[in-house]
């Protein structure tokens, strides 16, 4: 059986992105589950199946008991990090192909400002950093853009890629967070010079190459791409979905190629493959972001340009709205807010349905993709169509 158009997204939600709140991270992942049921037309008694965001420290518990689900037919728990909220779709997908489920709620984000600050140390900690804690911490490699920036300096190294080119899509997330008057960064712009002169974090990773703390949550509901179409709004198919896991799975230092993801490789080969597409025919890209060589390294690992061209394809004005494949039209993780990749879904999904301001909408739009790469390079990824025949 195919799961091709077989699913469709029905509803997102999100709750305010914000750097300071008062609320719990399970108060901001049920405010946005709420949002997105009320989006799709349904309330809390349809879900059956629920996802939800281990890196958020969030159980299923956390949801039957405050959405009142009584009967829950579906519930699985991703463990990849930023990968996890799109190989969440992947699940949901199959749960609701196969006839498991018939309404599965994904939700994802974070106290990423309130709570869990990198300077503070506290974030979820899952097993899979093991390793890295163990042996790569105490000699001082402790956070992630410690760990990414050894793929963007491997990248240099080999292909000439340089901090200014980095930092074209440093700038273009800000110019489009500048057409979101939701994005934390609205209202502030930058320029390559801004880039250049940020502080350094960590080589080559300036301030204005990381994605932003901050607090928020997002949310989408999966039916059935028939159900879908008697409810409240049009349905966004999934045409394509895959994930992959990077091996081995202990840390960046082990991989084969650091300046190579062959994760997203095979999970969008898989994702175009079930749709039926190839990068060619995308109208849109949402690249979760959590700096900005990830969007070098996933434009070539998903093929939209060949390894080693990242760095010219976003220089040249590519990725902007009106260039050839606009990337990340909300602001992304860089300048709208970090929920995990969920809000990238959430604007994928408005402008499939053409609900995202005219100033900010994607010309003739009827296929996009979201990436999401996650751990030590896992990767997963979704095409979402408007027409369930493309």
Same mark, same amino acid.
């Given at each position: 059986m195919s799961l091709r158009n077989a699913t469709a997204v029905a509803g997102v939600g999100n709750t305010a992105y914000t750097r300071g709140t008062d609320k719990s991270a399970a108060e901001l992942h049920l405010e946005a589950s709420f949002k997105a049921l009320e989006d799709a037309g349904l309330t809390p008694a349809d879900v059956d199946g629920v996802m939800p965001a281990a890196s958020a420290g969030r159980t299923v518990e956390d949801f039957t008991r405050n959405l009142g689900i009584r009967d829950l037919r579906f519930s699985s728990t991703k463990h990849m990090g930023g990968g996890s909220m799109i190989a969440s779709i992947h699940d949901a997908v199959m749960a609701v192909g196969s006839g498991e489920a018939s309404c599965v709620l994904v939700s994802g984000g974070r106290l990423g400002y309130s709570s869990e600050r990198v300077s503070t140390g506290n974030f979820v900690r899952e097993h899979v950093f093991d390793d890295v804690f163990e042996f790569e911490v105490p000699y001082g490699s402790p956070t992630a853009a410690t760990w990414f920036a050894q793929c963007a300096q491997r990248h240099m190294y080999l292909y000439g890629t340089t901090s200014e080119q980095m930092g074209h899509v440093s700038v273009t997330m800000r110019e489009h967070a500048q057409l979101n008057p939701?994005?934390?960064?609205?209202?502030?712009?930058?320029?390559?010079?801004?880039?250049?002169a940020s502080r350094m974090i960590t080589t080559p990773f300036r301030l204005l190459d990381c994605s932003l703390e901050s607090d928020g949550a997002a949310a989408a509901v999966i039916v059935s791409a028939e159900r879908a179409r008697d409810l409240r709004k049009p349905p966004v198919y999934i045409s394509g979905v895959g994930e992959s896991h990077g091996y081995p799975p202990t840390s960046i230092t082990q991989k084969p190629d650091m300046a190579f993801i062959p994760a997203l490789q095979s999970a969008a080969k898989r994702a175009y493959d079930m749709a039926g597409i190839t990068a060619d025919d995308l109208d849109g890209l949402y690249i979760h972001e959590g700096f900005?060589?990830?969007v070098i390294g996933t434009l070539e690992a998903i093929g939209v340009c060949k390894v080693g061209e990242g760095g010219p394809y976003v220089e040249d004005g590519n990725i902007k709205l009106g260039g050839r494949l606009p990337l990340n039209t909300n602001g992304g993780a860089m300048s709208e807010g970090h929920v995990s990749g969920m809000n990238h879904l959430a604007e994928a &999904?408005?402008?499939?349905?053409?609900?995202?301001?005219?100033?900010?909408?994607?010309?003739?739009?009827?296929?996009?993709? &979201?990436?999401?790469e996650g751990n030590f390079l896992d990767g997963a990824m979704t095409v979402l169509s408007k027409d369930a025949a493309t």
């Open positions: 939701n994005a934390l960064m609205y209202g502030k712009p930058i320029t390559l010079a801004d880039h250049q900005s060589w990830f &999904v408005r402008q499939l349905r053409g609900e995202v301001p005219a100033v900010r909408r994607i010309a003739n739009v009827s296929t996009v993709a &979201v990436v999401t």
